[in-house]
């Protein structure tokens, strides 16, 4: 594939867990730089997790102890595990790519590919 598509959003309580998942093509996006973002109505996109070439992970300070990105490379696909989750995780949730800049980054202006989204909806 040349595109990232992501799944594993849903509806549930607070406290709660969601696996999401991003299906990438290796041959496109193998040696990139990945993260998760979110986005909640009226906000701007946040990044929640990002994961570099060589494995190292970041969590946003928000979703520390909670949320866990990773990756199976031989499933070509990148994860995000959230648990304990809040009605403020509420949002559509997209995988993105970078090469350079962004390997380093929570801007969403250096990650250069995008899926569609899934949306996650947590209640009180």
């Known amino acids: 594939q040349d595109q990232l598509v992501e799944s594993g959003g849903g509806s549930v309580q607070a406290g709660g867990s969601l696996r999401l998942s991003c299906v990438y093509d290796a041959y496109r996006y193998g040696t990139a730089c990945m993260a998760w973002f979110r986005q909640a109505p009226g906000k701007g996109r946040e990044q929640v997790a990002r994961?570099?070439?060589?494995?190292?992970?970041v969590e946003a300070d928000s979703v520390k102890g909670r949320f866990t990105i990773s990756k199976d490379k031989a499933m070509n696909t990148l994860y995000l595990q959230m648990n304990n989750l809040k009605p403020e995780d509420s949002g559509i949730y997209y995988c993105?790519?970078?090469?350079?800049?962004?390997?380093?980054?929570?801007?969403?202006?250096?990650?250069?590919?995008w899926g569609q989204g899934t949306e996650v909806t947590v209640s009180s």
């Open positions: 994961l570099d070439k060589k494995g190292v992970t």
């Open positions: 993105a790519a970078a090469w350079t800049r962004g390997c380093f980054s929570d801007r969403p202006d250096d990650f250069l590919n």
